[in-house]
């Protein structure tokens, strides 16, 4: 099983062993000579298929390339966060933007669990539009930006027991104090990360929502003067105003 790029590579080539194949990913452009010279080659149209992850998807010009394959399209839309249907749809806009860029029409194959996904059918039919107006009218009934604001409190350590615990004295704390306040707040978790462990750490967290975002300032500052107290000697703690994303 798996789907990344090295085992693509390897169907494809089995698929058509005669073509000119290339991979780009994390792996094989950190020699950024290496990376250049096949963007090159594909330029110089010595190269037949293209492989590569995300990075491939942006900012590239290659005016003779027709067709454009997307393997498991949906695999962003299961995401904890809530811009994961946005980014789905950027990504996918971007990687067919791709194909056809000269004289030669081009063409799109996405292959995907969900195609009545309206991200997928969106994307499909180019209609930002419809996206926008699903995305405010979902995000607008949970407080999410632009109709509230969020911030992430991080939490990590060695030790997973004492960032667990570490986690529900702060919820604890800001639950306790957040009553005060005027307009709507929520506190969310506290709960293991998306990656639950990075760099031997594990790693906890809770998600503040408020349309008050002097409120959430207010709690921020009343959270980082008790820091002290409610964190145990090895736990970590980051305070994440307007989180890029939730993982």
């Known amino acids: 099983m798996g789907v990344g790029s090295e085992r693509i590579e390897a169907e494809v080539r089995g698929l058509f062993p005669s073509a000119r194949v290339a991979r780009l990913d994390s792996d094989t452009s950190r020699d950024r000579k290496k990376y250049l010279a096949v963007l090159q080659q594909v330029r110089e149209h010595e190269i037949d298929i293209l492989i590569g992850t995300q990075m491939i998807a942006k900012g590239l010009h290659f005016p003779k390339m027709p067709l454009v394959g997307v393997v498991w399209a949906d695999s962003g839309l299961g995401m904890p966060d809530y811009k994961a249907a946005e980014r789905s749809f950027q990504l996918l806009a971007q990687v067919t933007g791709r194909a056809g860029r000269g ?3 081009g063409r799109v194959i996405i292959q995907t669990y969900q195609p009545q996904h309206y991200v997928i059918e969106f994307a499909r039919k180019h209609e930002y539009e ?3 107006e699903q995305e405010v009218m979902q ?6 930006p632009p109709f509230g604001r969020l911030v992430n409190i991080k939490l990590s350590s060695e030790k997973e027991p004492e960032v667990a615990q570490t986690g529900k004295q702060v919820a604890e704390y800001l639950r306790s104090v957040v009553g005060a306040g005027k307009g709507k ?3 969310l978790g506290p709960a293991p990360a998306p990656l639950s462990m990075l760099r031997n750490r594990y790693r906890w967290q809770l998600l503040l929502k408020s349309s008050n975002p002097a409120r959430l300032h207010q709690l921020c500052d009343l959270l980082l003067g008790e ?3 409610l964190c145990a000697a090895n736990v970590r703690m980051g305070v994440d105003v307007d989180p890029e994303n939730m993982m």
């Open 185 to 187: 707040t929520e506190i």
């Open 103 to 105: 004289e030669h029409p």
């Open 139 to 144: 995000r607008e009934g949970l407080w999410y």
């Open 227 to 229: 820091q002290q107290k």
């Open 130 to 132: 419809k996206l926008y």
